[in-house]
């Protein structure tokens, strides 16, 4: 590789780990093992032209999931490219890299709305 390359990992979801299920119990300890790594790959790369970038998705249509692919609650996943994309030239080195709607939830607990906020998404419970 020559010294003017450089190399871009893109992590994915790890910003957004204290927003899941309370019955996916196997699913924020694998967000944290992604978030460990992503973090752990960044750090040893500090001042080379390598980069580790931490995108931060909302709810996005996909088919990973019964019925999120047409639920209008979620941002549709071409929209949600074309949104990261934006952010991604406007910010070219930014370690993370959070679409607008998911900033929301990426400060809610810095806000005091973690505790509710994860209250709606598990019913209550």
Request: hydrophobic share 35%; glycine share 8%; net charge positive.
């Amino acid at each position: 590789m020559r010294a003017s390359e450089n190399t871009v990992l893109v992590s994915g979801g790890t910003m957004s780990i204290g927003w899941v299920h309370s019955v996916k119990p196997s699913y924020q300890p694998n967000k944290a093992a992604l978030l460990s790594h992503t973090q752990s790959t960044r750090y040893p790369l500090k001042g080379s032209p390598d980069e580790v970038l931490e995108r931060a998705p909302p709810a996005v249509q996909t088919d990973l999931k019964p019925r999120s692919a047409i639920d209008p609650q979620r941002l549709p996943l071409a929209d949600f490219v074309a949104r990261t994309i934006v952010v991604l030239q406007r910010h070219p080195t930014a370690p993370k890299v959070p679409v607008e709607c998911a900033k929301s939830l990426l400060n809610a607990e810095r806000d005091g709305r973690l505790d509710a906020g994860f209250g709606r998404l598990n019913g209550g419970h």
